[in-house]
C-alpha cells in the first residue's frame, strides 16, 4: 500500500521522517520507529488524536506526545483547529466542561469563537512548489499547464523530487501533493487525456499569501526581515558584488543562489573542437602566493538529514571548525575552494569572482540512494560527469545505513560491482562511513588538510578568457604532462559554467547522453562510437547507407561491432550490444 493510502497519512510521514533519521544515526531507536511505522501502516482506522496510538504496537507515551507536539505546530503553521484530546472529550461528555455557571450563579460569556488561519502550504513542500509554479501563468489565463510543464517551473521551489521518490522502495514523490490542492479546491484540472491544471480564484489567494511571507520574500530578495546581505562573486566584474546571500531562518545564514548565475553559465564559451596540441591556447597563468588566500569546503544545499532538520550537517561542521560555505552546485555534493583575501584580485588580471576550485569533489551516496541510482542509470551519468569536469581527486562517500535485509541481500552484488568499478576503473577514491556523523567528521579532516596543504603554495590560475569547452580538459592533460609537478586552477565561475547541465551543453553531449539511455553502452563505450560518428546526423546516415531488405538489416545489426573490433576490456561492443543500437538508431 502506498503511504498515501493509509488512514492517517500525515502521522505516518512523521514516524517515517523519524525512522530515516534514526537511520541515519544508526541509533537503536530503529527498531521501534520500525514497529510504529509498520503498525501504523497496516491500521485501518483513522485516528483524531495521537493520543489514541499508544493502542498500537511500538507507540508508547513518549512517542505519541512528540506526534502530539508535532501535530499542534502543523495545525499552526497551516491554520488548521488542534483536535480535541481524548480525555478533554471525555470530560465535556462527563459534565465538567468549563461553560458551567460561576459558584455565584452568573454564567461566563460564551468564548468568541477563533477565526481560522488561511492557509498556507509548508515553506518548500510539494503544495508550496506546485501553487508557485502555476501562479507563474497570467491569472485571467484559462489554458493551465501539463505535468510535464508544471513540474519543471515548480520543482526550485520544493526540497523534495516531483519525478522520483525519496525512498527508492517507495512511489510517493512530491506530486501527490497536488491530490491535496485538488481536495481543497486550489487547483482544478481539464482535458483528457492531456491533463492541464490551472489555480482556482481561492487557489490565486493563497498564492498571493505565499509571496506575502517573510521565508517567500527572503528566498526571492524582495523584501522581508530575515534578509541578510553578504558579497558574493559576481562573474565578469571586478567589485565582488554578486547573489545576496538570504537566511532561511532568523538563527542561521545561508548562502543560496539557487542555481548556478545565469551570468556564470556563459562564462566560457563552446569553442571550435580541438585536433592535438597546436590547437591549445599559450597564457601567462595568474599567481597567488600563499597568504592571499584562504582554503574553505563548499557543500550543495541539498546535502540534508532530513525535511525537519535541514541545517543538521552544516552546523556539525562548523562545530567540528570546518563552517562550509552553502551553494546550489550542478556537480558533486562538496568541493574545497581557495577564496581570495583581495576581492578584486583575480579580475585584476582577466579572471572572474574571488574564488578558484581546487583538485578535490565530493559525491556522497547514501546506501538506499546508491541501489536507486544504479537501478535507473544516474550512478553512470554521475560518475561520466565528474570524471569530464577535471578535477583530480573524485572522492565517493557511500553511507552504509542499515536497510531491509532483504532488499539488501538483492542488491548486495550489484552495490559491491558498483564500488569495485568506481575505484578500479574510474580511479575514485572511495570512503565507506556507518552513518552521516561520520561523514561530517571525514569533511572535517579533509578541510583541515587541505587547508595545510594549500595555503602554504602558490596557486597558479588559467585565465577564464582562454578557456572553451572543448579545449578544457585537453589543456590540462597537455598542462600535466609538461609540467606534472604544478598544479594548474581556475575560477569557481568557470568551473560552474563547464559543469552546468544545460550551460555548456554542446551537440557531443547530447549525443553522449542519447548513446547512454540504451541499456549496455557506458560513458567509455559511447565515447568510442562517438569518435567514429560525430553527430547523431552522422550517426543515423550510417546506418542508413548500410540499405535496405535482409542484407540490409544484417549490416546494420553489425555495423557498430565491425567498426570497433580492435577495442578491448570494457570498451568492447559485442554483436548483441551493436544489434540493440542498431535497433534505435537504425530502425534494425
Given at each position: 500500500m502506498d503511504d498515501s493510502e493509509s488512514a492517517n497519512p500525515q502521522l505516518l510521514a512523521w514516524v517515517k521522517e523519524w525512522l530515516d533519521v534514526a537511520r541515519e544515526r544508526n541509533s537503536k531507536g530503529i527498531i521501534t520507529y520500525k514497529h510504529a511505522f509498520d503498525s501504523l501502516k497496516a491500521c485501518p482506522i483513522t485516528f483524531e488524536h495521537p493520543a489514541q496510538l499508544q493502542q498500537l504496537k511500538g507507540f508508547g507515551p513518549k512517542l505519541c506526545e512528540r506526534l502530539e507536539d508535532q501535530l499542534k505546530k502543523h495545525c499552526q503553521e497551516n491554520g488548521l483547529p488542534m483536535p480535541q484530546h481524548?480525555?478533554?472529550?471525555?470530560?465535556?461528555?462527563?459534565?465538567?466542561?468549563?461553560?458551567?455557571?460561576?459558584?455565584?450563579?452568573?454564567?461566563?460569556?460564551?468564548?468568541?469563537?477563533?477565526?481560522?488561519?488561511?492557509?498556507?502550504?509548508?515553506?518548500?513542500?510539494?503544495?508550496?512548489?506546485?501553487?508557485?509554479?502555476?501562479?507563474t501563468q497570467d491569472e485571467d489565463a484559462s489554458v493551465g499547464m501539463t505535468k510535464v510543464e508544471l513540474i519543471e517551473v515548480a520543482q526550485p521551489h520544493c526540497d523534495s523530487s516531483f519525478t522520483a521518490p525519496n525512498d527508492p522502495t517507495k512511489f510517493y514523490t512530491a506530486w501527490n501533493s497536488m491530490k491535496t490542492l485538488m481536495q481543497k479546491e486550489l487547483v482544478y484540472e481539464r482535458g483528457?487525456?492531456?491533463?492541464?491544471?490551472?489555480?482556482?480564484?481561492?487557489?490565486?489567494?493563497?498564492?498571493?499569501?505565499?509571496?506575502?511571507?517573510?521565508?517567500?520574500?527572503?528566498?526571492?530578495?524582495?523584501?522581508?526581515?530575515?534578509?541578510?546581505?553578504i558579497t558574493t562573486p559576481a562573474a565578469n566584474t571586478g567589485s565582488g558584488s554578486g547573489p545576496s546571500v538570504r537566511a532561511r531562518s532568523p538563527s542561521v545564514t545561508i548562502p543560496e543562489p539557487?542555481?548556478?548565475?545565469?551570468?556564470?553559465?556563459?562564462?566560457?564559451?563552446?569553442?571550435?573542437?580541438?585536433?592535438?596540441?597546436?590547437?591549445?591556447?599559450?597564457?601567462?597563468?595568474?599567481?597567488?602566493?600563499?597568504?592571499?588566500?584562504?582554503?574553505?569546503?563548499?557543500?550543495?544545499?541539498?546535502?540534508?538529514?532530513?525535511?525537519?532538520?535541514?541545517?543538521?550537517?552544516?552546523?556539525?561542521?562548523?562545530?567540528?571548525?570546518?563552517?562550509?560555505?552553502?551553494?546550489?552546485?550542478?556537480?558533486?555534493?562538496?568541493?574545497?575552494?581557495?577564496k581570495c583575501h583581495d576581492p578584486t584580485l583575480l579580475s585584476r588580471h582577466g579572471a572572474e569572482g574571488d574564488e578558484i576550485v581546487l583538485d578535490w569533489i565530493v559525491e556522497r551516496k547514501r546506501l538506499d540512494d546508491l541501489i536507486g541510482s544504479i537501478k535507473d542509470g544516474r550512478f553512470h551519468e554521475q560518475k561520466f560527469r565528474l570524471k569530464r569536469s577535471g578535477a583530480k581527486k573524485v572522492i565517493y562517500i557511500i553511507e552504509e545505513i542499515a536497510m531491509d535485509p532483504a532488499s539488501m541481500q538483492r542488491y548486495e552484488e550489484a552495490v559491491q560491482s558498483a564500488i569495485a568499478s568506481t575505484q578500479v576503473v574510474n580511479g575514485c577514491f572511495v570512503k565507506k562511513t556507518t552513518k552521516m556523523d561520520e561523514t561530517v567528521r571525514y569533511l572535517a579532516r579533509m578541510t583541515t588538510m587541505l587547508k595545510r596543504t594549500y595555503e602554504s603554495k602558490t596557486l597558479n590560475v588559467i585565465p577564464t578568457n582562454v578557456l572553451t569547452a572543448q579545449n578544457y580538459l585537453p589543456l590540462l592533460a597537455h598542462l600535466g604532462g609538461k609540467q606534472p609537478s604544478t598544479g594548474f586552477y581556475i575560477t569557481y565561475p568557470a568551473f560552474s559554467s563547464l559543469a552546468s547541465k544545460s550551460g555548456t551543453m554542446t551537440l557531443r553531449d547530447v549525443f553522449l547522453k542519447m548513446l547512454m539511455t540504451t541499456?549496455?553502452?557506458?560513458?567509455?563505450?559511447?565515447?568510442?562510437?562517438?569518435?567514429?560518428?560525430?553527430?547523431?546526423?552522422?550517426?543515423?546516415?550510417?546506418?542508413?547507407?548500410?540499405?535496405?531488405?535482409?542484407?540490409?538489416?544484417?549490416?546494420?545489426?553489425?555495423?557498430?561491432?565491425?567498426q570497433t573490433t580492435q577495442l578491448v576490456g570494457r570498451k568492447k561492443i559485442s554483436k548483441a550490444l551493436s544489434q540493440k543500437i542498431a535497433e534505435v538508431w537504425g530502425n534494425a
Open positions: 481524548p480525555r478533554s472529550r471525555k470530560a465535556s461528555k462527563n459534565g465538567q466542561s468549563n461553560s458551567e455557571d460561576d459558584e455565584d450563579g452568573a454564567s461566563r460569556p460564551a468564548k468568541k469563537a477563533r477565526k481560522p488561519k488561511a492557509y498556507v502550504p509548508a515553506f518548500r513542500s510539494g503544495a508550496y512548489g506546485l501553487v508557485i509554479g502555476l501562479s483528457r487525456p492531456s491533463k492541464r491544471y490551472a489555480l482556482t480564484d481561492e487557489g490565486w489567494e493563497v498564492a498571493k499569501r505565499i509571496k506575502e511571507t517573510n521565508q517567500w520574500q527572503a528566498e526571492n530578495n524582495t523584501g522581508g526581515e530575515q534578509q541578510s546581505t539557487a542555481q548556478v548565475p545565469s551570468s556564470y553559465q556563459g562564462v566560457v564559451s563552446d569553442g571550435p573542437v580541438v585536433d592535438g596540441d597546436s590547437g591549445l591556447p599559450t597564457f601567462n597563468p595568474i599567481r597567488l602566493p600563499p597568504g592571499s588566500f584562504s582554503v574553505h569546503l563548499l557543500l550543495d544545499v541539498r546535502e540534508v538529514r532530513a525535511k525537519t532538520d535541514r541545517d543538521y550537517m552544516q552546523e556539525e561542521l562548523a562545530k567540528q571548525g570546518a563552517k562550509p560555505i552553502m551553494r546550489s552546485m550542478d556537480l558533486g555534493d562538496a568541493q574545497w575552494i581557495a541499456k549496455g553502452v557506458t560513458g567509455e563505450r559511447a565515447l568510442e562510437i562517438q569518435k567514429r560518428w560525430k553527430t547523431p546526423y552522422d550517426f543515423v546516415k550510417a546506418f542508413e547507407a548500410c540499405g535496405s531488405g535482409d542484407q540490409g538489416v544484417k549490416r546494420k545489426r553489425d555495423m557498430v561491432f565491425a
